[in-house]
């Protein structure tokens, strides 16, 4: 099936496709979309990918993701494809990489650990693949599920 | 290879290089520790940041230093200082850095030594933070055994709070270095956290668990006692039956191996009866004393060589 048909076309913009099924939702909240946005958004979930099973999709006109939000991405979503479009072609493409360390964009789960005390430090984890694993820098708490929530 | 520590936060920080040229030092100034004059910091100042209350790891690091010739400055309590202001703990050891030529930090979270040696321009020594890491109880536990028995090859049971006792956190990290079977002993709501016997069994050392202190008497040549703290338990009864069923006596000891050493990081509080203390057994007061020259051989690794930069 062409996704294509599914969701309007762009003219410039971007395509996160690939997106871990269930994710899309995150996905836009990582890229700051919600009701007070004025772009136009196009959301797809549980689509047949090419390969095997199912993918989330987001299209959004007008707007290119910094590296702090790819990142983002990369952690709920570690085989996402992020395709810049102009003037409806995709000019090029890349997929997310998942950062070994990470600093500032995740919130460490442990009430007790320094980085939630106030302290001027940011938060910092080593991150492993397979699955997305954090460990805190400062408390060695691990992060496996819900990374989403601990987006900061 | 020399020691290449700046700061002494976490066990996992040390290679075995590092423990092993520590403890040669602290053999060495052993005859320091017990009074042997010695000038080797002299001119030095050290720093004791104890943002909760600890007299014996406070005294050890001063005596410690003091033996040395050095000197040491203490915070104070937490309520007359600028803490109970709000300062945050990274500004404190920026000014304190200034100060001293060392600090050594206790705080109540976790990760906070880690943090302050990324803002320190002097070395930090971690001297407990919150339920994370304690290197130098662990690195004292770690030279009682090698001095008292040895350090290779050999079976240790760590019993009692294995969930929230940071002594026995560190130490069964130390110990897998060394290839060690470790035996985990507890209560089952107090069992080590998933994530240190994972780290454990990726390390590929024989970890075993039981809630039973008599499967383990004639397996081990160190039994390991730490305290098992009633503010743990909802029922006050709960705690009397776990507290009980782990309480060492000199009768339980008739069928144990001839070198079995027994160690507790102390203050005891009924863990282990007195009656131990008269057995050859018996190894806790010695530990405490090896506090001293470890944290001294610290001392002088961190300090020496720093005038040279
Ligand atoms: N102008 C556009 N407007 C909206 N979506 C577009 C536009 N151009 C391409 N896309 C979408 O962007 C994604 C990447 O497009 P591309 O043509 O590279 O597809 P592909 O060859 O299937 O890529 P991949 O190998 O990454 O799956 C697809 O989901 C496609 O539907
Ligand atoms: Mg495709
Ligand atoms: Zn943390």
């Known amino acids: ?152 | 290879m020399s020691f290449s520590l700046r700061h002494v936060i976490s066990m996992k920080d040390f290679t075995r290089e590092d423990i092993d040229e520590i403890f040669e030092l602290a053999e060495r100034l052993e005859r320091v520790a017990s009074g042997v004059p010695c000038r080797l910091l002299e001119d030095k100042l050290l720093a004791l940041l104890f943002y909760e209350p600890s007299t014996r790891t406070r005294l050890s690091f001063d005596a410690a230093m003091k033996r040395l010739g050095g000197a040491s400055i203490d915070l104070g309590s937490v309520e007359a200082s600028s803490v109970a202001k709000g300062e945050t703990l990274a500004d404190t050891i920026r000014v304190v850095g200034g100060y001293a030529d060392a600090i050594v930090l206790r705080h109540p979270s976790e990760g906070a030594a880690r943090m302050a040696s990324e803002y320190s321009r002097v070395p930090v020594v971690n001297a407990g933070d919150g339920v994370g890491h304690h290197p130098t109880q662990t690195l004292l536990d770690l030279y009682t055994i090698k001095r008292e028995n040895r350090l290779d090859g050999i079976s240790v049971a760590l019993v009692g709070d294995l969930r929230y006792g940071r002594t026995v956190h560190s130490l069964a990290y130390a110990l897998a270095l060394y290839g060690a079977r470790i035996y985990l002993v507890s209560p089952p709501q107090l069992r080590m956290p998933e994530h240190i016997k994972s780290d454990l069994l990726e390390s590929n050392i024989v970890v075993e668990e039981t809630s039973r202190l008599e499967d383990v008497f004639e397996s081990v040549n160190v039994l390991y006692m730490t305290r098992i703290q009633r503010e743990r338990f909802a029922e006050p009864s709960e705690y009397l039956a776990v507290a009980g069923s782990y309480r060492l006596t000199s009768e339980m000891l008739s069928g144990v191996r001839d070198d079995l050493i027994i160690m507790h990081p102390l203050p005891r509080v009924g863990e282990i009866d007195s009656s131990v203390d008269e057995t050859p057994y018996a190894r806790y007061f010695k530990q405490s004393f090896y506090g001293v020259p470890v944290r001294m051989a610290l001392l002088v690794k961190l300090l020496e060589g720093r005038d040279l930069v």
């Open chain 1, 1 to 152: 099936m062409k996704d294509g048909l599914l969701i309007r076309s762009i003219e410039h913009g971007t395509v996160i496709d690939h997106i871990t099924a269930g994710q899309a939702l995150s996905v836009m909240r990582i890229i700051g979309i919600n009701n007070g946005t004025s772009a136009v958004v196009s959301v797809a979930m549980n689509v047949p990918g090419e390969e095997m099973g199912l993918k989330d999709i987001v299209k959004i006109e007008g707007r290119e993701l910094d590296s702090r939000e790819v990142d983002k991405i990369s952690l709920i979503s570690p085989d996402a494809t992020i395709n810049i479009i102009r003037d409806y072609d995709v000019v090029s493409k890349y997929t997310v990489e998942l950062p070994s360390e990470i600093r500032g964009i995740v919130r460490c789960r442990n009430p007790n650990c320094i980085t939630n005390t106030g302290e001027p430090v940011a938060s910092a984890f080593t991150v492993a693949k397979d699955p997305v694993t954090l460990r805190c820098r400062y408390c060695d708490h691990i992060i496996l599920s819900d990374i989403a929530e601990q987006l900061i």
